[in-house]
């Protein structure tokens, strides 16, 4: 009884080509985009304008590092625990979400 209208040749001849056009388009910009993207690098632990900036922050945490040296929350993390690996922060507390750091005096 209902249901979708059969379509006349012309309308089904349209409807090819545009799908054919769709995916030549999709395969263009999928093609170009094999390249690997450069990765976040996060600063030198060991540099002192790094470490006097650390310094001055009360309480480190992913969010504040990932903020202040505009980098991913992911690489802020790592950055972190590098520093604690170190020896230059310490771990205050923590949970599986966020931890929180303070700087070794």
Known sequence: MGGKKKLSLKQMERMQVRRGEQERKKKEKT???NEK???IIPPDPKGKKIVDELKRMRVLTPYTVASRF???ISAAKDFLEQLEENGMVQLVSGSHSIKIYKTVD
């Open 37 to 39: 993207k450069p990765g």
């Open 70 to 72: 505009n980098l991913r």
């Open 31 to 33: 093609a170009g985009t």
